[in-house]
Nanobody, 124 residues
Framework: QLQVVESGGGLVQPGGSLRLSCAAS????????IGWFRQAPGKEREGVSC????????NYADSVKGRFTISRDNAKNTVFLQMDNLKPEDTAVYYC?????????????????WGQGTQVTVSS
């Protein structure tokens, strides 16, 4: 069975940190890219970061560059999103998604398999 499961969300104060995890299971080797997206209430879902298992290429939205770091553990089929210096505007449900392909894309339309999301709330 194909599964995408996010974890690690929570409530933090501005300037704090969280590390999100995405565990993907049941996928064949041609599903090479995992992306993180987020959606705030009343807003459209947007790409945050992505990483390819076939190379070291990563991509970040401008709004999170320098604060978020994506990494992977291929042996465990797990991708992490380290989020530092969090801001209130980072508050959203964060989704992990899997893409069949090679390119690391921040377009949600490229991804066919999605997790259920994990809530991140940044508030004082």
């Amino acid at each position: 069975q194909l599964q995408v499961v996010e974890s690690g969300g929570g409530l933090v104060q501005p300037g704090g940190s969280l590390r999100l995890s995405c565990a993907a299971s049941g996928f064949t080797s041609d599903y090479r890219v995992i992306g993180w997206f987020r959606q705030a209430p009343g807003k459209e879902r947007e790409g945050v970061s992505c990483i390819s298992s076939s190379d070291d290429i990563t991509n970040y939205a401008d709004s999170v560059k320098g604060r978020f770091t994506i990494s992977r553990d291929n042996a465990k089929n797990t991708v992490f999103l380290q989020m530092d210096n969090l801001k209130p505007e980072d508050t959203a449900v964060y989704y992990c998604a899997v893409d069949r392909g090679y390119l690391c894309s921040l377009s949600l339309y490229e991804y066919g398999y999605w997790g259920q999301g994990t809530q991140v709330t940044v508030s004082s």
